[in-house]
């Protein structure tokens, strides 16, 4: 089905969701539009209820930031069509991979570390298609460094991957190594600052950082990669209290790689 240029008009996505404190299996589908995702339940046909703690409730959500990403690559679809190899890093259920590999023709390579994850990953290739050029694999961010040799990637995919320090200087050395000489690290992150007492006021407020972000942004300059800010979507209202900002970060091997991006 042609849909907006592309030949695909949604994404079928396996994942869950918390209900009558169980955690359940659901079917959606990833409609596309013209400015956004929308996200169409479906009665799974893949399992029944779960209980909560057997399940990885974090791996397995539809986060935000994968929406943003989507919508990125989306807008700016060569990005996809143009790689010949796509790799998405800390995956859960795979959006943004998935539709990188649907909008052209690359081989797709899907990761996580929780097993029960890269399951429903398998799950999601096979049902969009996939199962010719898409695999899936185990990475362990604190472990891997190159061995089993994956190859390098000329598109990867990240979305709300930063969300603790302790994580950062991991996983940017899984980057080093996946990323290709000129290859294209996109991600998508949510702002998060923790929330502390205004010792003027006397009233909770956020940080004015993100630290994992910072941290990210000083480990990947010292590493000698290059970042950019694609893009930036501010709350609609302003809360003292929450985050809803998003960024799109694309990260290279060299500034020449970062200004001939097909934006």
Not at 100 to 110: D, H, I, R, V
Request: glycine share 6%.
């Amino acid at each position: 089905m042609e849909f907006l240029g592309f030949h695909f008009s949604y994404i079928v996505i396996h994942h869950t969701f918390t209900a009558a404190s169980s955690t359940q299996t659901a079917r959606s589908r990833c409609e596309l539009s013209q400015k956004c995702w929308t996200l169409q339940n479906e009665p799974s046909t893949h399992g029944t209820a779960f209980p909560a703690q057997t399940v990885d409730d974090i791996g397995l959500d539809i986060w935000p930031a994968s929406e943003v990403l989507c919508r990125f690559l989306t807008n700016h679809p060569a990005l996809a069509t143009r790689a010949t190899s796509v790799l998405e890093l800390g995956a859960g259920v795979g959006l943004p991979g998935l539709l990188a590999a649907l909008l052209g023709e690359a081989l797709l390579m899907l990761t996580d570390y929780d097993p029960q994850v890269l399951e429903v990953l398998q799950c999601n290739i096979d049902s969009n298609s996939l199962s010719d050029r898409g695999r899936v694999h185990q990475v362990n961010w604190k472990t891997w460094r190159g061995e089993p040799d994956f190859g390098h990637f000329e598109l990867v995919l990240g979305a709300d991957l930063l969300y603790a320090s302790a994580l950062v200087k991991d996983f940017v050395e899984v980057l080093k190594h996946v990323l290709a000489p000129e290859g294209v690290f996109l991600m998508a992150h949510q702002i998060r600052r923790s929330i502390l007492l205004d010792p003027k006021t006397r009233l909770p407020r956020l940080e004015d950082f993100d630290a994992p972000l910072e941290l990210f942004q000083r480990i990947i300059t010292d590493a000698g990669l290059h970042m950019r800010e694609q893009l930036v979507i501010k709350p609609e209202k302003t809360d003292s209290t929450s985050d809803s900002e998003f960024r799109v970060l694309a990260v290279c091997w060299t500034e020449t790689t970062l200004n001939n991006m097909p934006l």
